[in-house]
């Protein structure tokens, strides 16, 4: 809670770091700085290494992350055109973060499942 | 993006951990837990302390979190009775991770900034 050194306050609903947690909090988010962080990748790449990922959304969510400064999108004049994106220095620093929200989402799904069907349970169903 | 040694996989659509995800990336949770680190609130404190959060998206988001096992909802029956909201040992192990997602808002929200204004002037307009 401390937030000393900070330039931001997330608590305060009209500081613009709310959105940029928004924005990094959001999944897709997550599932595609994790994939860039071991290298480039295209487009049909990120999309079929995230199930259930619309090609609107993985347009939009890369869209977002160019503009916020995070991943940088290189295209390759060849034949045909290649693009590529890429994290940039400062979507680096994310990785550690959001790797550690991935990681605990996997870690703990058996225990939060039982504890939701225990609390469905507790109130005699969903 | 190593999964060894993990439950679930956030990048399988179908995996139970990417609605898990969904919930613990969302901007309310990472709020509300991160009072809780302190110790247990009351709603209207929480309330207070996380401003522009709506009545009812305060309720939903700790009726979410009641029911993923994360936080803990106590009734003392006092006159008035009293309702405390308090982390659960699970709840507690998703503080570090969150903390850390907060404050790379909070520490970047310059950086962030100035690059949707380049973005956006590249662009010509935003």
Same sequence: chains 1, 2.
């Avoid at 225990?118 to 969903?126: E, H, K, N």
Wanted: glycine fraction near 8%.
């Amino acid at each position: 809670m401390e937030t000393i050194g900070l330039n931001g306050n997330v608590y305060d609903g009209q500081c613009p770091s709310r959105l940029v947690l928004d924005r990094i909090g959001d999944k897709w988010t997550a599932l595609v700085i994790g994939l860039l962080e071991d290298g480039p990748m295209r487009f049909s790449e990120l999309q079929r290494c995230i199930h259930g990922i619309s090609q609107k959304m993985l347009t939009q969510t890369l869209r977002n992350l160019e503009r916020d400064g995070l991943v940088s999108r290189t295209l390759y004049p060849e034949v045909p055109p290649r693009v590529e994106y890429e994290l940039t220095p400062m979507g680096q620093t994310l990785c550690a973060p959001l790797t550690a929200v991935r990681h605990w989402a996997e870690e703990h799904i058996t225990a939060v499942t039982a504890a939701q069907m225990a609390y469905d349970q507790r109130r005699g169903g969903p």
